[in-house]
T-cell receptor, first 116, second 113 residues
Framework: AQTVTQSQPEMSVQEAETVTLSCTYDTSESDYYLFWYKQPPSRQMILVIRQEAYKQQNATENRFSVNFQKAAKSFSLKISDSQLGDAAMYFCAYRSALIGADGLTFGKGTHLIIQP | DSGVTQTPKHLITATGQRVTLRCSPRSGDLSVYWYQQSLDQGLQFLIQYYNGEERAKGNILERFSAQQFPDLHSELNLSSLELGDSALYFC????????????FGPGTRLTVL
């Protein structure tokens, strides 16, 4: 079974600074997808960014980018120019590319605090 | 707004009771997923339906069951409720299967007293 580990229960960053959230995963599969979801206090789960394992290029979405290291099974999220609205729980998630595979496997989450 | 709707938003019930949570996927999405978020277990995948048929099963208890109807809405049935079933239950939908992004509904907060 796949596992996802987020080793930072909480991170704090000054507004406008850059922060990196860590995620490692364990899998024996070669084809899969990785995601970062944001959960603000409203509890809504919002997709931030996704990465296909077969793509070598790291995904980028505006101020959000990932550092995907397939051999190391590492998938970190970098948030540049942090804004107060970025304060939330961030979950790293894994999904096999196999048809019929289970749903998303989530890490325990990292609580991101933005200091004004 | 993800386009996925869930009802009710909140549900308070007693131990031993049975409840039904409802989910309507985004228009055109064929897959529906159910997840449970609790303090001790975190976010866990329960079950997936694709176009009316069960596609994958996760950590779903035998007391829980789900189905997807011809109009593609889904219901999660929780029976013989225990205190530990108190959690936020999310429904998510995707166009087809694994490679598609899952869009999450706002969740149903279940409190078992």
């Amino acid at each position: 079974a796949q596992t996802v580990t987020q080793s930072q229960p909480e991170m704090s960053v000054q507004e406008a600074e850059t922060v990196t959230l860590s995620c490692t995963y364990d899998t024996s599969e070669s084809d899969y997808y990785l995601f970062w979801y944001k959960q603000p206090p409203s509890r809504q789960m919002i997709l931030v960014i996704r990465q296909e394992a077969y793509k070598q290029q790291n995904a980028t979405e505006n101020r959000f980018s990932v550092n995907f290291q397939k051999a190391a099974k590492s998938f970190s999220l970098k948030i540049s120019d942090s804004q107060l609205g970025d304060a939330a729980m961030y979950f790293c998630a894994y999904r096999s590319a196999l048809i019929g595979a289970d749903g998303l496997t989530f890490g325990k989450g990292t609580h991101l605090i933005i200091q004004p | 707004d993800s386009g996925v709707t869930q009802t009710p938003k909140h549900l308070i019930t007693a131990t031993g009771q049975r409840v039904t949570l409802r989910c309507s996927p985004r228009s055109g999405d064929l897959s529906v997923y159910w997840y449970q978020q609790s303090l001790d277990q975190g976010l866990q995948f329960l079950i997936q339906y694709y176009n009316g048929e069960e596609r994958a099963k996760g950590n779903i208890l035998e007391r829980f069951s789900a189905q997807q109807f011809p109009d593609l809405h889904s219901e999660l049935n929780l029976s013989s409720l225990e205190l530990g079933d108190s959690a936020l239950y999310f429904c998510a939908s995707s166009e087809r299967d694994s490679y598609n992004e899952q869009f999450f509904g706002p969740g149903t907060r279940l409190t078992v007293l």
